[in-house]
């Protein structure tokens, strides 16, 4: 049945209907483009924070290297005041209770010994004779360059200065400092602003 235009009501219907169902789109292949990733952290090359700081050039020595660098320096600067104080005080009377004078004379001709040795060698090479055989090396912490003589000097007298004045305590918490220390650095390091890394390729002593 036609309708007729003099029927609005179903005119209106008419219009009212729902417009007929389009056919769904066809699946493309094409896949979502892949969400935006988040950013990457940074790798970590050296836990605990102890890679050396810009412009130091090499990996921070380990504890161990320290140690046994210091117990190699430690024995040959003791038996060279030996040798010396020896034919000053007596052999006997550096070992005699009796003989308080002479044992504390041989104690600083060790004492003025060891600062000779640790000055001319960090000053000159930044090694002693003990980083030479662990393969370690002393900086500066600004830049990883040669200490000098006046920082060498500073830094062993630090040390003794810190062990007398607190009767050993200051020097034994000196050392073990580096335990926990995150630049392993020992207390006489960082007064004097230095680092002890690996003495691996050319070493900043070359032209000093």
């Not at 504890?63 to 034919?87: E, K, M, Q």
């Not at 900086?139 to 007398?164: N, S």
């Amino acid at each position: 049945m036609t309708q007729s235009p003099d029927h609005p009501e179903e005119r209106a219907g008419a219009e009212g209907a729902a417009p007929p169902h389009d056919p769904a789109p066809e699946a493309t292949s094409a896949a979502p483009p892949p969400a935006e990733p988040y950013p990457a952290a940074p790798p970590i090359s050296e836990p605990y924070g102890q890679a050396p700081p810009p412009g130091i050039a090499g990996e921070l020595a380990g504890r161990w290297s320290r140690l046994f660098a210091g117990i190699i320096d430690g024995i040959v600067y003791t038996v060279i005041g030996w040798i010396i104080a020896a034919p000053i005080v007596g052999v006997g009377a550096m070992y005699d209770n009796k003989h308080l004078g002479p044992r504390l004379a041989a104690d600083g001709i060790t004492v003025v010994i060891a600062i000779i040795y640790f000055t001319w060698q960090h000053g000159k090479w930044g090694q002693t004779l003990g980083k030479r055989a662990l393969g370690i090396r002393l900086v500066r912490a600004q830049d990883g360059g040669p200490i000098g003589y006046g920082k060498a000097a500073w830094r062993v007298l630090f040390t003794y200065l810190i062990t007398y004045v607190t009767c050993g305590l200051g020097g034994l918490l000196d050392d073990l400092w580096i335990l926990w220390d995150p630049r392993k650095q020992a207390l006489h390091d960082k007064v004097v602003k230095t680092y002890v890394i690996k003495a691996e390729g050319p070493g900043p002593y070359a032209d000093n």
